[in-house]
């Protein structure tokens, strides 16, 4: 931190990342979806998510779009 800000830093250091479970896209247990997605009460896998969660966030958006007028 400087002056109570986080320092930003362009250079990573990927020594310091966990970066074995990156681009496991069958294995969506590296993902809490428990803190992404609010009530969470699903298995961690990819039709969870889509069935769950993207449908309601895109029937939410069409309704609010609709509700302002927008098509």
Do not use: Q, Y
């Not at 320092?7 to 990156?22: E, L, Y």
């Amino acid at each position: 931190m400087e002056n109570g800000r986080p320092k930003v830093v362009d250079v990573h250091d990927f020594n310091k990342a966990d970066c074995v479970r990156i681009g496991e896209g069958a294995d969506l247990d590296a993902i809490l979806n428990h803190k992404l997605f609010k009530d969470w009460n699903e298995d961690n896998n990819f039709t969870n998510v889509m069935t769950t969660e993207a449908e309601d966030i895109a029937a939410k958006a069409i309704a609010a779009l609709k509700a302002t007028g927008s098509r």
